[in-house]
Each structure stands twice: as C-alpha cells, then as structure tokens.
C-alpha cells in the first residue's frame, strides 16, 4: 500500500537554529513529492515541491527540501528558524491516477 | 489573482440536520477536491473532481454525503442528515499543472 510517514509529531527548535522536518514515503514509480504549512485557523498553504532535476528544492519563506530517492525520504528544512514558523507541515505525495496521500503532520514550535 | 473561495466559513447545525458547503476554485483550475480535516491531522480526501467528472470518491460516505460540479467550475458538498462524527473543517482545494494544490480557508462545521 502507498503511503507517506511524518515521524514526528513535534519537533521543538531554538530561534537561530537550523530545523529539520521529515517525511517519507513508500510509493511506486516517480512521485510527485510536496510540503504544505498550516498556520493556526489557516487553509493550507503550498510551500514546495519535487517533481524531477535538481534533489535540493527551495521553496517560499526561506524552506527547502531534499529529495532522496534511495532513501525514500522528502526532509524539509530551514537553516536558521524563526518564531514564524510556528505551524502544522504536511508532506504530501502525489503518486499518479489521481492518488494524492498527504502525512498526518508535524507541529513545528520554535522557542524564543 | 482570487484565490479559492469558499463558504460558509462556519456552521453549527444540530444533528440530522442537512447542511452544504460552497467552493469556488481559482479561475482556469480543472482539478477541484474536497477534503475533511479533523483538528490536528492530515486532510482525509473525500472527492477529486476532473472538470465535471468525479475521477476520485472512494473515501465519500455516499449514504449521506454528496458532491456535484456541474458546470466543471464551482463545486457544492452536502451532508444529508448530519452526524455528531462529521464536525470537522472541510476544505477545498484546485490545481492547475502538476498537482499543486491551492486550498481554501475551509468550512469548520460543528454538529450538535
């Protein structure tokens, strides 16, 4: 069965510090691969996505995320965060036939 | 550019009521879904509709639930008669190529 996992349910970063957010997947074929954000009583938002080329994609409000096809993984990351970033993140596959998975999110904190 | 639209925003009904939701997808977006979130998790697909096609329903409870698109541009989900289980935010959402999805500020429906 195609699936895609968020392993965390929370991560907690420092202001400044660099943060990781992970997911990955188990999908056959070459998957469309995405990352959405969720600021509290906000629709979803896109903020990246792979689709072929280059395995380190950026995205909007300084994120990027990188793919590895052996590992099957899709890490969204950001080099140095911010309070802002406070938020629920998605990572979503889309695998082909109109089959769109998305994972059960991870809650980001950044502490001031 | 507007994005999707959708309304009501809120809507408290009592139980066994019958209750719609209203989507507007971003101009020249084929693709239109629906989906149910409860707080906390992932949004549950319950529709994807292909212009006027339905292409994806597997995961709507058509004993009570029903979706139209008629013209192939907005779209009207009904619950009919309402479960206390269905209080949850309902979103929409559209894309254009490659599957990026544009959501709306969705429709959080509580069932008393």
């Known amino acids: 069965a195609q699936s895609v996992a968020q392993p965390e349910d929370q991560v907690n970063v420092a202001e400044g510090n660099p943060l990781t957010v992970k997911c990955t997947y188990s999908v056959s074929g070459n998957p469309y691969l995405f990352w959405y954000v969720q600021y509290p009583n906000r629709g979803l938002q896109f903020l990246l996505k792979?689709?072929?080329?280059?395995?380190l994609v950026k995205g909007s409000y300084g994120f990027e995320a990188e793919f590895n096809k052996s590992q099957t993984s899709f890490h969204l990351k950001k080099p140095s965060a911010l309070v802002s970033d406070s938020a629920l993140y998605f990572c979503a596959v889309y695998s082909g036939t109109y089959k769109y998975i998305f994972g059960t999110g991870t809650r980001l904190k950044v502490l001031a | 550019e507007a994005g999707v639209v959708q309304s009501p925003r809120y809507k408290i009904i009592e139980k066994k009521q019958p209750v719609a939701f209203w989507c507007n997808p971003i101009?020249?977006?084929?693709?239109l879904y629906w989906y149910r979130q409860n707080l906390g998790q992932g949004p549950e697909l319950l529709i994807r509709y292909e212009n006027e096609e339905a292409v994806d329903d597997s995961q709507l409870p058509k004993d009570r639930f029903s979706a139209e698109r008629l013209k192939g541009v907005d779209s009207t989900l009904k619950i009919q008669p309402a479960e206390l289980g269905d209080s949850a935010v309902y979103l929409c959402?559209?894309?254009?190529?490659?599957?990026?999805?544009?959501f709306g500020p969705g429709t959080r429906l509580l069932v008393l």
């Open positions: 101009s020249g977006h084929n693709t």
């Open positions: 792979y689709i072929t080329g280059d395995n």
């Open positions: 959402a559209s894309s254009g190529l490659q599957e990026t999805q544009y």
